[in-house]
Structures are given as C-alpha cells and as structure tokens.
C-alpha cells in the first residue's frame, strides 16, 4: 500500500487521508473514494463525512486502501 502522493489514485479508489493542508479538511484517517482527476491534479473525493474536499498531490498525503482489501476486512 502506497502511503504519500507519489501514488496517484485512479477514479473509483477507496483512500484514507493521512493529513491535508486546508483548514476546513476532514479529520486525518477519514476515508473516501475518488470521483475525479482534473486537468490541474487536483483529485477530487467525497469523503464519507460528507466533505468533498480535493487532494493536492504533492501537498497532501494519503493511502490507497485495495479494494480487495475493503472485501476481506
């Protein structure tokens, strides 16, 4: 499992946010799935507290979580 933003994610992928710089992000380990890449990077999430923040690569961290993994928890 990659662990920082070297890791793009690809639309429909399950992430955990380990830390985003922005004072209204949602709180670190919440976790979402990715709705879109647009042309600037920027990934876009809607997080499952409600919050639909977008990731900054470089900027912000986070994790893949496998979707085999989510099936076998």
Same mark, same amino acid.
């Given at each position: 499992?990659?662990?920082?933003?070297?890791?793009?994610?690809? *639309?429909? %992928?399950?992430?955990?946010?380990?830390?985003?710089? !922005?004072?209204?992000?949602?709180?670190?380990?919440?976790? +979402? $799935?990715?709705?879109? *890449?647009? %042309?600037?990077?920027?990934?876009?999430?809607?997080? !499952?507290?409600?919050?639909?923040?977008?990731?900054?690569? +470089? $900027?912000?961290?986070?994790?893949?979580?496998?979707?085999?993994?989510?099936?076998?928890?």
């Amino acid at each position: 499992m990659k662990t920082d933003s070297l890791h793009i994610p690809r *639309i429909g %992928d399950h992430i955990r946010l380990l830390s985003m710089d !922005d004072p209204q992000a949602p709180p670190q380990g919440t976790e +979402g $799935v990715v709705e879109s *890449i647009d %042309d600037l990077g920027t990934i876009h999430v809607r997080w !499952d507290n409600g919050s639909h923040l977008g990731l900054v690569p +470089g $900027v912000d961290r986070w994790t893949v979580i496998r979707p085999e993994k989510l099936f076998h928890e």
